[in-house]
């Protein structure tokens, strides 16, 4: 007889605990155990929340290499079946080795789980029969757990799931996440203390009642915001460093639907705009998906949506000024081009005209599309299509945390048709849909790979832009980590290209996600590995750095309503010289439209205690030397960048804090 130490690990979730009989079967290149009772010393708290058990396993002789284990666990009589969350079993063979078995999954009906030892192969890599198999029963049980769904034609597809507790449950919120993201959101109007204020229809009659509402929740950029929001210096800073840093683009030519010509602007004694354009000290931002579309009704009032163009300039002390704000995409003599040089109200109109064009471009475009139903697709495809031995799973797992069922409740909560966005922004309903469509259409393979988006954008040398700097640093880390992980496991171009798993995970994006329109520049297939390591750069990067910058902002730059109007409700002036403080007060949001934004601002910005911050992987899905040891180095560089990100927030008057990767998540998990 030889024996097999087994040591089996429950896991410290709410829970996880199973007082079930659990049963094993170990399977090797030579044979195979019996199925054995795992009873121990311990008794009925072997498997407990925490718990680490061993358990000795007999065969008659050696049975080679392991290859897999069978686990499965049956209640007693009388008593219900429960649900088990093991993390690894780990076998020490009679030869000495030492097998690992990653499991991170919850166990929950009485049948047969088959998992497979911890070393990563690829497809062509997996030669053992048994192994083959359990791989492709592993993939056709996740074809019919995770099945795709047309939400809305025209924009990514998700996952197919009637309601949170239908989704599977590894893919579920933590007891932990469950309480705080409920406790949060049904509380958020309370903690506000604006629960008097929800069903109030009227209009604020004066900036010190938005301010008596405001001051029941601040952060301290948040405070910032409401002493600086009129400024110009502070308007443009906010395309740099505020939650929609990805819009501005050095204009080298004006459109020509934004007639503004040298003897309009005042550049402050640095000679006329033509000169300065070809110094590359202006620059644009154009909101010419928002043109046309139709404007919500809130409180029985019709909304209006802008679809601005800004023109901006780089002055010598370094600052981003707003010279020149066309409100309307067609020159028109009832489309006025406003300027700073305007009345106060005329100029600060415009400006808040823009604020609120940007918050609903930035909501559907910059944050749901390009970050929430982007991380969806990336999760769903790859809980399709790749399995859990595979070296990709094991690398992107991690960052699908929480992402499906987040955006589950984004559609019931949020984008439904008694959605909060539907319900209280200025293109929910049929134009957020218009919006979503017209953003995907358009999106770009390099507007997703910050360091390809800088370039085209031409904004390399614009100075202050934190987002830039701290995301590129980010997006270096991230590519020579994966680079590294992936270059271990497949040796050149060929064995990229051979891997039929792989390369049905990228085609399953390429035609649920971007809806096979190839002028996206989304590969439809990997050909090489560098093209492998940059898209799983992006992957990574938009999960977690990029979210993080346009999603953690948002209170802070959104909960002084005036700055970010969730919707308007006048029409823009169509000539000068007729607003006032009042103009200003008529056209803000109603006082219930704007409690809910802020409500639901504050939620979207509320981390979890159960946050787990990039590079974090408390699940240990690698076993080999090298790729473990590259997550350590990655883990350093991190905390590197981490340390001079702070070390430069400390000279800021507003510190830039969105890229720091000790404060951003792994994954789109709110």
Known sequence: MVNYEVTVSTGNLAGATTFNNVFIKLVGTDGESKRKWLMGFKGASSFTIGAVSSFTVYCPVSIGKLVLIELDKQCLPL????????????????EGDTYNFPIYRWITDSKVHRFREGTALTVFEDNHHLGRYSRQKELDQREKDYLWHVYVEGIPHCMKAENPLSLPYEVRFSFTKTTEFLYTASTGLT????????????????????????????????????????????????YLNGVNPILIRRCSALPDNFPVTDDMVFLRGQGNLTNEMKKGNIFLCDYKRLDGVKANTIN?????????????????????????????????????????????????????????????????????????????????????????????????????????????????????????????????????????????????????????????????ALPNFYYRDDGLKLWDLIQRFVQGVLSFYYKNDAEVQKDSELQKWISDIFERGFLSQACTGIPQSF????????????????????????????YDYGGWMPNTPISLQLPPPTKKGETSEATMLQTFPDVNTTVQGMSTMWLLSKQSSDFVPLGQYPEDHFSEKIPSKLIKDFQGELEVLSVDINVRNKRLEVPYTYMDPTKLENSVAI
């Not at 005329?346 to 930035?362: C, G, P, Q, T, Y």
């Not at 093209?531 to 750069?537: A, D, G, R, S």
């Open 527 to 554: 050909t090489t590995v560098a093209e492998l390591v940059k898209f799983v750069t992006m992957v990574i990067f938009t999960c977690s750095g990029q979210h993080s910058a346009v999603n953690s902002g948002q």
């Open 191 to 238: 903690e506000l203390q604006l629960k008097g204020l929800a069903n109030c229809m009227e209009k604020w009659t004066d900036i010190d009642a938005i301010n008596r509402v405001f001051c029941c929740k601040r952060t301290d950029i948040s405070d910032y915001v409401q002493e600086h929001w009129k400024e110009d210096a502070f308007f443009g800073y906010q």
């Open 300 to 460: 029985g009032k019709k909304q209006y949506l802008m679809a601005p163009l800004v023109l901006l300039h780089k002055t010598p002390d370094d600052k981003l000024m707003p010279i020149a704000i066309q409100l309307k995409q067609t020159p028109a003599d009832d489309n006025p081009i406003f300027f700073p040089t305007d009345s106060e109200y005329d100029w600060l109109m415009a400006k808040i005209f823009v604020r609120s064009a940007d918050f609903n471009e930035h909501q559907l475009n910059v944050h749901l599309l390009r970050t929430h139903l982007l991380a969806e697709v990336f999760s769903v495809s790859l809980l399709r299509n790749v399995p859990m031995v595979h070296p990709l799973y094991k690398l992107l797992i991690p960052h699908t945390r929480y992402t499906l069922q987040i955006n589950h409740l984004a559609r019931l909560v949020l984008i439904s048709e008694t959605g909060v966005f539907t319900k209280f922004s200025a293109s929910g309903g049929e134009g957020m849909m218009t919006i979503l469509k017209r953003s995907l259409s358009s999106m770009t393979y390099s507007s997703l790979c910050i360091p390809d988006d800088i370039a085209e954008r031409g904004v390399e």
């Open 79 to 94: 008593f219900p079946e429960d649900s088990w969350f093991p993390t690894k079993v780990e076998v020490n063979s009679p």
